[in-house]
Structures are given as C-alpha cells and as structure tokens.
C-alpha cells in the first residue's frame, strides 16, 4: 500500500489546521476516504470517471504506480529453469558441463526455478516422504544461485501439511523467497519479494488445475475469515477441459444425454434429480457423466476456460506484486495437454488458456512469465517487450528414474522401462532436456533472450547422474534449439542460434518479430 505523506510550509502552518473547524476536518477526511477508494479500485481494474489512464486525476501517487512497466533501469538480468527434482546432492559435482550451466544462474541478478515437491529434515520429519527433497538440498539450490521459487505444484502436498509448513519453514531459513502455498488461500496467493542489489523482485505462482490433476492430491489453500477457517494448500488456477467433437459427433453425444435425462421421472423425488436442460441451451456444446464437449474443427482437441474468480484474484495479486516490486515475475505450474490422445505431460504445444492467462498477466504487470510443469519443451513468445517461456521442462529430475533400466520394450514404442520408479515407472527422452533461460534489460527494456539446452541423460551417460542438468553436445544443443525454433513460429518468435545458444534480440525493447497486434513495447 502506498503511504501518503502531506506537508506543510511551516509549524505555523501545520497550528492553523489543527486549529481549523470540525466541519474542515471532516471534509478534509472525506477526501482522503475518496482518493483511497479511488487507489483501491483502481487496484482492482477499476476505471473512474476522473481518471487518466486508470490513476486518479490529482493524485499524488509516484510515477511508479502510474504505469506497469519496468521500473529497474540498470543492466539487469533474469535467469530460470523449472522444476528442481532432487534426491541426492550434485552441488559439489566438479564437471564443467554441469558446473558451466548452472554458472548462468548465478551470474545472473536473480534466478528462479520451482520447488517441486518438499523439502523436509528426514532424520525428525514423522512418517518422512520417499519423494521429498532431504533438507539438505537447500545448500545445492543456494549454490546453483536460485533465490526466487514457486512452490504450487502436484507434489506441494506430498508430506501433507506438515510438510507444507516445514518446506515453507527451510526456504525462510535459507532466505529464498516462494510463493504459490500457505496456511490459507491468503498466503498462497500473495507475492513473495527478494530484495536483489538492483531492486525488488515479485513473484506470484500458481498451479493450474482440472480433473485430470493426477497422480497426487489436489489440494488448493482456501481463505481465511477473520479468525475463523482458512486450509493450507497451493495458489490454484481451476481450469474446465472441453472436448472438441464434430457437429455430427455432437448431435450424438445430445442424443445419449437427452436418453438418460428421460429417465428423472424415475426417481421418487424429483426435487433429488438432477436440473433439466436448459432451454437457451448453446448447440454447440454441452456436458455429459461430468465432461464437457464442445463443436470445433478437429476432434480430439482440449480447450479449457479459466475459472473467473481465480483468475480475477491472481491477476489482481499480479498487479499488486507489481506496484510493490521493481520486477515482477508470474510462474505457473501446468500439466494440460491441447489433445485427448495425448500422453500426459508430454504435449509441446501451448494449451488455449495459457495463452490468455500469459498475456493477462503481462498485461496486469509481470516484466515475465514462465511455465513450468509440462516435462517437454513449450514455445517462447516476446508480448508487448515482455517475455514469456510457456514450458522449459525439468531442470533437476532425479526422481523421475528407478535403480536400473531395462531394455526398452517395442510395444511402449519410445519408452524406456524401470524397474522403480515414477509416471508407470518409464521415462521418455523428451523428458530428458530442459531450457535454462535468460532475460537481459538495459533502461528497464528487454533487449536480449538467451535459451541455454540442458541435457538430463538423453546422451550416455552413468545412471546415477540421470537427471541432473548437463551442457549438451553440439549436435543435440542444435536438435533442442531447431525444436524450440519450431514450436515458436506460431508465436512470431524469430530465435537464432549461435555457439549452440537460442538467441532472441531486441531493438529498444523491440522484438525481431511477432504476431500482429501482440508484440513491441509497452
């Protein structure tokens, strides 16, 4: 919230106000009651009457809070990956094609990456969770240089709330702000900060959820009421998956719906039946045993509709992480797919919604969105001069592989068996490369992206170093960038590659190339 100061010329001054009648005071008050108000629904999207540009006419705000862009004007560089897997410690490993990747981390003046799972003190935690974090793997993120952390993901939960609250409790200690999980939907939901050398970073981080959130429990924070309720969880983004169908596949599905909605007069209470179809029901869609279909080109497709309170409450919370930040940063943990054929989490391109909640939350404040989650790669995409990397897969996945691989077998075609471990116990290699990413600034414009590949053991490599992230040999650096190219054009991302490095440039703050209508400055 923004302090208001007033001033006066002199002491003599400041006598005759306080001096001034009943009447002068309450009017005086009354003004301040209504900037406030003004402030506030400003805050919220609001527009009124006397403002310009969504800021009251008059007011005293600092020109911070009148825009939403960039406030750090120094050379300023973000770096981040996704998800942090880790079982064992790999800080102290001395290969340069480790040590080498990560050292852009650290250069940079702040790193994010996500939390998945927990991060607990084995030797005291009761009942201690296999698919946890040792505590101890503090010291290995600290040393890859990340100080900023989502923690809203499908493995949040995994110690219960116990240990929810102890991973909440280790970053504190080890001063890595995270956002996205809390003792109440109040706390999941609100901006962490990490007060860098040049300024102050934002975070908001969610988990974007559906019925098909599996394999772990779905588990959102909800609000607190005073001093009463509130449960811990994560920040959620509840999303409903439609599912494309033809116009002729339609008219099928509304014939089975309407046979079994002709059977309601067989319940003995009609108040206990479900309601009857609605009369201005839309033709070109419609719900049936609990998942929705609608009528488009190509069936099979997924679109999905963003639930209209979370999403007003985490744009909002985006918007006020900004006002109170130099930078500000927006990360979603997302698994969903775009097609009902597809395998789980291995969907390269960008699901409908993502789109629209990236550009929302640019659009409400973020400098930059990431999106991790999906363990493939996803496209990138340079919005009004902002970034946005819409999936950059696992960066340290140790607990996706068993003790021992077997030979692959020919009927999982690209699969690869294990003996123990996750996801039906089997990998794929898509799940074994990764982007770390770099955003650099100068005069608060973004004027460079770098994609660095990481390789998680798609070349041979010893089974106890799978999953931890590698520089990759040049022919696959090329192969990772000549994807990430591809699955980018659709954004009207033009991505170079040099010294097997993804580069996107910038002429003030410009991008290369972009869609109509959606790229160049603020």
Same mark, same amino acid.
């Given at each position: 919230m923004a302090t208001l100061r007033f001033s006066t010329n002199s002491r003599s001054a400041s006598r005759s106000f306080l001096a001034a009648s009943g009447l002068a005071a309450f009017l005086g008050a009354l003004a301040l009651s209504h900037g406030i108000a003004n402030l506030a629904y400003a805050q919220q999207g609001g527009n009124p009457a006397s403002t310009s540009g969504g800021v009251p006419q008059g007011s005293r705000l600092p020109t911070e809070f009148q825009d939403l862009g960039m406030k750090i004007k120094e050379p300023f560089t973000f770096a981040g990956v996704g998800d942090i897997i880790i079982r064992h410690p790999i800080g102290q490993l001395h290969d340069p094609n480790f040590q080498g990747l990560v050292q852009h981390l650290r250069d940079a003046d702040v790193a994010f990456a996500n939390m998945e799972g927990t991060l607990l003190d084995f030797d005291n935690f009761p009942n201690p969770i296999g698919g946890g974090a040792p505590k101890g793997a503090l010291a290995d993120i600290k040393s890859m240089g990340i100080r900023i952390m989502g923690t809203a993901n499908n493995h949040s939960w995994d110690g219960s709330a116990p240990g929810l609250f102890e991973t909440i409790k280790n970053l504190d200690d080890a001063g890595i702000a995270h956002a996205g999980t809390g003792r109440n939907l109040q706390e999941a939901r609100s901006p962490a900060y990490f007060n860098g050398a040049k300024g102050s970073v934002g975070l908001v981080a969610m988990w974007s959820i559906d019925p098909t959130s599996e394999p772990s429990p779905v588990v959102p924070a909800t609000y607190r009421n005073?001093?009463?309720?509130?449960?811990?969880?994560?920040?959620?983004?509840?999303?409903?998956?439609?599912?494309?169908?033809?116009?002729?596949?339609?008219?099928?599905?509304?014939?089975?719906?309407?046979?079994?909605?002709?059977?309601?007069?067989?319940?003995?209470?009609?108040?206990?039946?479900?309601?009857?179809?609605?009369?201005?029901?839309?033709?070109?869609?419609?719900?049936?045993?609990?998942?929705g279909y609608k009528v488009g080109p190509k069936a099979g497709d997924i679109s999905y509709t963003m639930d209209p309170q979370d999403e007003k409450e985490i744009l909002r919370s985006i918007r006020n992480g900004k006002e109170n930040s130099d930078f500000m940063v927006a990360s979603i943990h997302c698994h969903q797919?775009?097609?009902?054929?597809?395998?789980?989490?291995?969907?390269?391109?960008?699901?409908?919604?993502?789109?629209?909640?990236?550009? %929302?939350? /640019?659009?409400? !404040?973020?400098?930059? +969105?990431?999106?991790? =989650?999906?363990?493939?790669? @996803?496209?990138?995409?340079?919005?009004?001069? %902002?970034? /946005?990397?819409? !999936?950059?897969?696992? +960066?340290?996945?140790? =607990?996706?592989?068993?003790? @021992?691989?077997?030979?692959?077998?020919?009927?999982?075609?690209?699969?690869?068996?294990?003996?123990?471990?996750?996801?039906?116990?089997?990998?794929?290699?898509?799940?074994?490369?990764?982007?770390?990413?770099?955003?650099h600034y100068e005069g608060g414009r973004l004027v460079e992206v770098r994609l660095y590949p990481a390789d998680l053991g798609q070349m041979e490599r010893p089974l106890s170093r799978l999953g931890i992230p590698m520089a990759p040999s040049p022919e696959l650096a090329q192969k990772i960038l000549a994807k990430v190219q591809k699955i980018s054009k659709q954004f009207g991302t033009a991505i170079l590659i040099e010294n097997n490095v993804g580069v996107i440039r910038l002429a003030s703050g410009r991008p290369n190339e972009s869609r109509a209508g959606q790229g160049g400055a603020n």
């Open positions: 005073g001093d009463q309720g509130g449960a811990p969880g994560m920040n959620p983004l509840h999303v409903t998956p439609h599912f494309i169908v033809t116009a002729e596949q339609m008219e099928s599905l509304r014939k089975i719906r309407d046979s079994v909605y002709a059977r309601r007069s067989e319940v003995p209470s009609t108040s206990l039946a479900i309601p009857p179809v609605a009369a201005d029901e839309p033709t070109d869609q419609l719900e049936l045993f609990g998942i797919a775009n097609y009902a054929f597809q395998e789980y989490s291995l969907d390269d391109d960008v699901p409908d919604f993502l789109v629209e909640l990236a550009h %929302k939350a /640019i659009d409400n !404040g973020a400098d930059l +969105f990431i999106g991790e =989650g999906v363990h493939t790669l @996803r496209g990138v995409e340079i919005y009004k001069g %902002k970034p /946005i990397f819409y !999936g950059v897969a696992s +960066f340290v996945s140790q =607990g996706l592989y068993g003790i @021992r691989a077997e030979p692959a077998n020919p009927s999982n075609g690209p699969f690869t068996e294990i003996e123990s471990g996750w996801r039906g116990q089997r990998y794929h290699p898509d799940e074994l490369q990764a982007l770390l990413v770099t955003a």
